[in-house]
């Protein structure tokens, strides 16, 4: 009897961490996973520290996934189900109207959460952006490179910015001084515009931008699997099975 009630209280309280009903205990942390892999996916994804997926038709092209409507939707469909509570997609197009078409086209997924569109800090990407959420469609403006970029994403009311850490440091900027500015910029302004820092070298860098304030990120699987590298944990977490399984009783 007591064995039944333990199954009947654990099968809802399952199923609730399943569907990201713990997200709230997260805080305003949100950690995404950038890799369009379905293997990394169902890996990862279970482990339940990410709000969601995020990709773009370079990760696309390295992962074997084709730059379509349709494959992209199969795939956010397969991000969704196990798990995610977002999912992030960029339209492309060489014009401001072909991004909104492509973007309107991508965030209409029925029987799922819209996607969050992606666009760059370019003329044609925030005329693009705005038409998109003229039409009730959630944007990241992506590709941001410089603090003065904050300006355009926090007057337009984007939800998200993902200025690129690592390669802004390979340009030669002080990436960590920039996206700090971003951080303060929206702030001062009152804006609720996440900064979402993407192109994430080290943990260690991650956890330098949180003490900051910073507290949306997306990071490659390498990149998650090294935030679990700790010697001395590993260690402990041996000691207490090898305890455990010494001192099981008759």
């Not at 995610?84 to 197009?93: I, N, V």
């Not at 990071?219 to 010697?231: H, Q, T």
Request: hydrophobic share 45%; aromatic share 8%.
């Amino acid at each position: 009897m007591q064995g039944s009630l333990l199954l009947c209280l654990w099968v809802p309280l399952a199923s609730g961490l399943a569907s990201g009903l713990s997200a709230p205990m997260r805080g305003s942390t949100r950690f995404f996973l950038d890799t369009a892999v379905r293997e990394e996916l169902t890996q990862l994804l279970p482990l339940g520290m990410f709000h969601g997926v995020t990709t773009n038709p370079t990760i696309l092209q390295r992962s074997g996934v084709p730059c379509t409507v349709e494959a992209i939707h199969e795939l956010a469909k397969d991000v969704y189900e196990l798990g995610a509570q977002e999912f992030m997609c960029q339209a492309w197009g060489s014009t401001a109207d072909e991004m909104f078409v492509k973007g309107i086209a991508l965030a209409t997924l029925p029987g799922f959460p819209a996607p969050v569109i992606k666009v760059p800090v370019t003329p044609a990407g925030v005329e693009a952006a705005a038409q998109l959420q003229a039409n009730g469609v959630r944007v990241c403006l992506t590709a941001c490179y410089a603090s003065s970029q904050a300006l355009v994403a926090a007057s337009l009311g984007c939800e998200y910015l993902a200025p690129y850490l690592g390669r802004m440091t390979d340009a030669g900027k002080n990436g960590f001084g920039e996206i700090a500015k971003m951080q303060e910029i929206v702030d001062g302004l009152g804006a609720s515009t996440r900064i979402f820092v993407a192109s994430i070298r080290t943990v260690d860098s991650m956890a330098e931008l949180a003490t900051l304030g910073l507290n949306t990120f997306t990071f490659s699987p390498d990149i998650a699997r090294a935030l679990f590298v700790e010697p001395l944990t590993i260690e402990a977490a041996r000691a207490f099975e090898e305890a455990a399984a010494s001192n099981q009783g008759e």
